[in-house]
T-cell receptor, first 118, second 112 residues
């Protein structure tokens, strides 16, 4: 159980275009999902917390107008990188936590999306 | 300001021996800690967690120890297997925030 999927797994786009990444919890409901990014050989940095039915909460330094997050249902959150630039190239990973049960503190991660902006 | 640190970027261990990965934190509000295993270009896989009310949690070959006074936790893997070779991240959270702060990772290589 607790499987999280991401789509696409990798995407290459031209500078200036927008890219949407989907994160789905496959076998559980997730009130809260999280978006991270990881640069090569670095740690995972939390970008934002995505709450179903409400606005996302962004971490300091993350531009909310550039990284649009929508959490339309209990199983789906999307991250849209708007007007992508080469410096946005990174590995984006989502996670979800269980809505109920005793394991609500544990986040389950998706496989990640590699974004390359040319 | 790195609130969660893994001071060893890499570790090599012989198959069958114990692997010990260390993690230090600075924020006294953290009260829930986790270890994840990660392969390149994949998402982290949850291994084991520990709440601050405990000082040890065991799951099969994996044991996590927490020393609150030293703000230090460690992951013991015994016996180590070649399939354990990966990057290991510790993460810390203040209960109720559900937000993780990750360490910088330790690359473990288990030699056959």
């Amino acid at each position: 159980g607790a499987v999280v999927s991401q789509h696409p797994s990798r995407v290459i786009c031209k500078s200036g275009t927008s890219v949407k990444i989907e994160c789905r919890s496959l076998d559980f409901q997730a009130t809260t999902m999280f978006w991270y990014r990881q640069f090569p050989k670095q740690s995972l940095m939390l970008m934002a917390t995505s709450n179903e039915g409400s606005k996302a909460t962004y971490e300091q330094g993350v531009e909310k107008d550039k990284f649009l997050i929508n959490h339309a249902s209990l199983t789906l959150s999307t991250l849209t990188v708007t007007s992508a630039h080469p410096e946005d190239s990174s590995f984006y990973i989502c996670s979800a936590r269980l809505t109920s049960g005793r394991d609500q503190e544990t986040q389950y991660f998706g496989p990640g999306t590699r974004l390359l902006v040319l | 300001d790195q609130q969660v640190k893994q001071n060893s970027p890499s570790l090599s261990v012989q198959e069958g021996r114990i692997s010990i990965l260390n993690c230090d934190y600075t924020n006294s509000m953290f009260d829930y800690f986790l270890w994840y295993k990660k392969y390149p270009a994949e998402g982290p896989t949850f291994l084991i967690s520990i709440s601050s009310i405990k000082d040890k949690n065991e799951d099969g070959r994996f044991t996590v120890f927490l020393n609150k006074s030293a703000k230090h936790l460690s992951l013991h893997i015994v016996p180590s297997q070649p399939g354990d070779s990966a990057v290991y991240f510790c993460a810390a959270s203040a209960r109720g925030t559900y937000k993780y702060i990750f360490g910088t990772g330790t690359r473990l290589k288990v030699l056959a």
